[in-house]
């Protein structure tokens, strides 16, 4: 059973960083893709940035400049830094992972960031 486990999220105020961290546990043998989603309330879910196998990155343009996606050392886990936060980067922040193309969710983190 593969399970996705977030942590780092929390409140902060505007202009302020926070980092996410998620790993990977259990048994398989390849992650395609890892990428962070985020809800606000009302709202659906969006991608915020993903990161390929090869290290390959893609942002919502809302992030761009401002978030980035990295691979840790350990290659089943996968950082989100967030810099220069705003109001509306209010959400809970999901992993995602795709591995051998069957896609996983971690349960979420709340990001809070007050103006």
């Known amino acids: 059973q593969v399970q996705l486990v977030e942590s780092g999220g929390g409140l902060v105020q505007a202009g302020g960083s926070l980092r996410l961290s998620c790993a990977a546990s259990?048994?398989?043998?390849?992650?395609?893709?890892m990428a962070w989603y985020r809800q606000a309330p009302g709202k659906q879910r969006e991608l915020v940035a993903g990161?390929?196998?090869?290290?390959?990155?893609n942002y919502a343009d809302s992030v761009k400049g401002r978030f980035t996606i990295s691979r840790g050392n350990a290659k089943n886990t996968v950082n989100l830094q967030m810099n220069n936060l705003k109001p509306e980067d209010t959400a809970v922040y999901y992993c995602?992972?795709?591995?051998?193309?069957?896609?996983?969710w971690g349960q979420g983190t709340q990001v809070t960031v007050s103006s």
């Open positions: 259990g048994s398989f043998f390849v992650i395609n893709t």
């Open positions: 995602h992972a795709l591995i051998t193309y069957s896609p996983y």
């Open positions: 990161i390929t196998s090869d290290g390959r990155t």
